[in-house]
């Protein structure tokens, strides 16, 4: 099985704009999560997408969102990106719809906001 | 808020060498995973544990799960290069606000010198 794939997986953007990155789940799972990882702060929960349905959020502001696809691809969308909006975000698929799933995870794609 | 204290945050040891990581929590958690992360990489998932009490390994890795699913520690046997990376806990809490959502501890940076 193909593993999670994400794109694009460097992406260099200026204040102000807005950005879209895709993740494509191991096939058969039907759950996304995504993660923002920074230095700092480490690995932040974003928010998880069941069956196109939105189930989970984290501490982020509404900047941040996300929407996922028939076919349990997932995308998600920062918009206004401010300079602390650099880091390496990562998407994660899981094929059960309980909470004890684990969670594979994606290359990452790493933004960095000039 | 579930947290998770991951120690010690940096450990470089010599080829040979054993070490011990510590994850430790004052909440409980349904699963806790362990993953391996390289730099620009996504986390590779090691091991899930369940079961309080649950010791389970990998090779040279051994990982144990608190009696009360509040901590777990990973410890490396004879650590080689090759287990040069960041090592992260991660726990998954109970009920529907989990769902999709780790818990990630801050990370241990093990370096094994030749």
């Known amino acids: 099985k193909a593993g999670v794939t994400q794109t694009p997986r460097y992406l260099i953007k200026t204040r102000g704009q807005q950005v879209t990155l895709s993740c494509s789940p191991i096939?058969?799972?039907?759950?996304v999560s995504w993660y923002q990882q920074t230095p700092g702060q480490g690995l932040q929960f974003l928010f998880e997408?069941?069956?196109?349905?939105?189930?989970n959020k984290g501490n982020f502001p509404g900047r941040f969102s996300g929407r996922q696809f028939s076919n349990s691809r997932s995308e998600m969308n920062v918009s206004t990106l401010e300079l602390g909006d650099s880091a390496l975000y990562l998407c994660?698929?899981?094929?059960?719809?309980?909470?004890?799933?684990?969670?594979?995870f994606g290359p990452g794609t790493r933004l960095t906001v000039l | 808020t579930q947290l998770l204290e991951q120690s010690p945050q940096f450990l470089s040891i010599q080829e040979g060498e054993n070490l011990t990581v510590y994850c430790n929590s004052s909440?409980?958690?349904?699963?806790l995973q362990w993953y391996r992360q390289e730099p620009g990489e996504g986390p590779v998932l090691l091991v899930t544990v369940v079961t309080g009490g649950e010791v389970k390994k990998l090779k040279r890795l051994t990982f144990q799960f608190g009696d009360a699913r509040k901590d777990s520690s990973l410890h490396i046997t004879a650590a080689q290069p090759g287990d040069t990376g960041l090592y992260l806990c991660a726990g998954t809490g109970a009920g529907g606000t989990s769902y999709g959502k780790l818990t990630f501890g801050q990370g241990t940076i093990l370096t094994v010198h030749p």
């Open positions: 096939s058969g799972h039907r759950s």
């Open positions: 909440s409980v958690f349904s699963s």
């Open positions: 994660a698929s899981s094929s059960l719809a309980g909470p004890l799933d684990e969670q594979f």
């Open positions: 997408y069941f069956s196109e349905t939105q189930r």
